[in-house]
């Protein structure tokens, strides 16, 4: 898991899938963000409004099958300005790819083209 991550997240769910395009077993980690409001807003103004939709990103690989993270971010409205919607910035995903940050830099330091992943 990227460092920090459990920090951010719970961990909802974990199955073993098979991959169909390439017929191998996968591991899918399901993510919910913990119900933490931002800390620079005044969190008695916000509520919990839900979850964006899912995002899947690649992590590295255990013990040859392929690991993505399932994760799901939190949003939450303000209680009087029903259209001021915030959430947290995580800097997980790799910019431009699917894959984790710290995935992404492992293949540009083993000089793999992490952009390949998107």
């Known amino acids: ?16 899938l098979g991959e169909v395009s390439t017929k191998r077993m996968v591991i899918q980690v399901e993510l919910e963000e913990i119900n933490t409001i931002p800390k620079c807003y005044d969190s008695s103004l916000y509520e919990s409004k839900g979850f964006y939709p899912i995002t899947i990103v690649q992590d590295f690989p255990i013990r040859g099958k392929a690991v993505y993270l399932a994760i799901k971010r939190r ?20 910019e431009g790819s699917r894959i984790t940050q710290e995935l992404s830099d492992f293949l540009k330091a083993t000089g793999r083209d992490p952009s390949r992943y998107h």
């Open 1 to 16: 898991m990227p460092e920090g991550l459990l920090e951010h997240f719970k961990i909802t769910n974990v199955e073993e």
């Open 75 to 94: 949003r939450w409205r303000h209680k009087e300005h029903k259209n001021e919607i915030i959430h947290n910035d995580y800097t997980l995903i790799a």
